[in-house]
């Protein structure tokens, strides 16, 4: 009999950006405020990997939902 999974997909997308700044948080804080308004958008061409994970769901599945 087929049980029920619930299946996450986790897509990723990454842009490099590089800023001038006295150190790591300044220049991470400075891009964060960037995106934040808007300025930075990550579309389909950043996509750089998926992830599928699944877990066993709490109910049984009834014979209609099996087919």
Do not use: C
Request: aromatic share 10%; net charge negative; hydrophobic share 35%.
């Amino acid at each position: 009999m087929k049980q029920p999974y619930k299946v996450t997909i986790t897509e990723t997308l990454s842009m490099t950006v590089e800023v001038a700044a006295a150190n790591r948080r300044e220049a991470e804080q400075f891009v964060s405020d960037q995106w934040y308004r808007g300025e930075y958008i990550l579309d389909a061409d950043h996509f750089t990997g998926v992830e599928f994970h699944g877990q066993r769901a709490h109910k049984k599945l009834s014979r209609e939902d099996a087919r």
